[in-house]
């Protein structure tokens, strides 16, 4: 079974500057997708960015980026910049073709951005 | 375009009672995902519906709770004789596709508490 960690329960960053999520995951496949979304106070689940597995290139949006490590099975997100709107919990995903379709979500990172 | 749709937004139930949560996916999709989220956790995934068929209900538990997805109307999360327990936030997802390659679409969710 697939199975993703997220190793830091709180983050926290000053605004305007770089801040990194980290996430692992297991998985015996070949053939996935990765994603990293943002749930508000709201609680909208909100996709900020995806990697395909067998993309070698880090997937960007705009202040988003990722950085995919594949042998080591790390999924990182990088957010630069922080805004105050960062704000938020973020939750590290994994789906495949094979496993149902699926997204199986990590425990999540709580990102507490400093004015 | 409408989002995915839930409701109620919240729903309060006393234990032994019935929960009837009910999602409409985008307009055009015909993929349905249930998940449900624990206070401080992740998501995690119940059950997964196309049109009239359930899919993958792995992550659904045996006992008091069924999915459906008619041909016509919403699909519907129900759980029987509620107990503290089923105290969450359920999402519901839709995707105009199967497999990774289609993203899913999260509705604004439905929190059950159970008094």
């Known amino acids: 079974a697939q199975t993703v960690t997220q190793s830091q329960p709180e983050m926290s960053v000053q605004e305007a500057e770089t801040v990194t999520l980290s996430c692992t995951y297991d998985?015996?496949?070949?053939?996935?997708?990765l994603f990293w979304y943002k749930q508000p106070p709201s609680r909208q689940m909100i996709l900020v960015i995806r990697?395909?597995?067998?993309?070698?290139q880090n997937a960007t949006e705009n202040r988003f980026s990722v950085n995919f490590q594949k042998a080591a099975k790390s999924f990182s997100l990088k957010i630069s910049d922080s805004q105050l709107g960062d704000a938020a919990m973020y939750f590290c995903?994994?789906?495949?073709?094979?496993?149902?379709?699926?997204?199986?979500f990590g425990g999540g990172t709580r990102l507490m951005v400093k004015p | 375009n409408a989002g995915v749709m839930q409701n109620p937004r919240h729903l309060v139930r006393r234990r032994g009672q019935e929960a009837r949560l009910r999602c409409s996916p985008m307009?055009?999709?015909?993929?349905v995902y249930w998940y449900r989220q624990l206070p401080e956790e992740g998501l995690k995934f119940m059950v997964y519906?196309?049109?009239?068929?359930?899919?993958?209900e792995s992550g659904m538990p045996k006992e008091r709770f069924s999915a459906e997805f008619p041909k016509e109307g919403p699909s519907i999360l129900r759980i029987q004789q509620v107990v503290r327990g089923d105290s969450a936030a359920y999402f519901c997802?839709?995707?105009?596709?199967?497999?990774?390659?289609?993203?899913?679409?999260f509705g604004p969710g439905t929190r059950l508490t159970v008094t």
């Open positions: 998985t015996s496949e070949s053939d996935y997708y």
């Open positions: 990697q395909e597995a067998y993309k070698q």
């Open positions: 995903a994994y789906s495949s073709n094979n496993a149902g379709n699926m997204l199986t």
């Open positions: 307009k055009g999709h015909s993929h």
């Open positions: 997802a839709s995707s105009i596709g199967a497999g990774g390659t289609y993203e899913q679409y």
């Open positions: 519906l196309q049109k009239e068929n359930i899919i993958d």
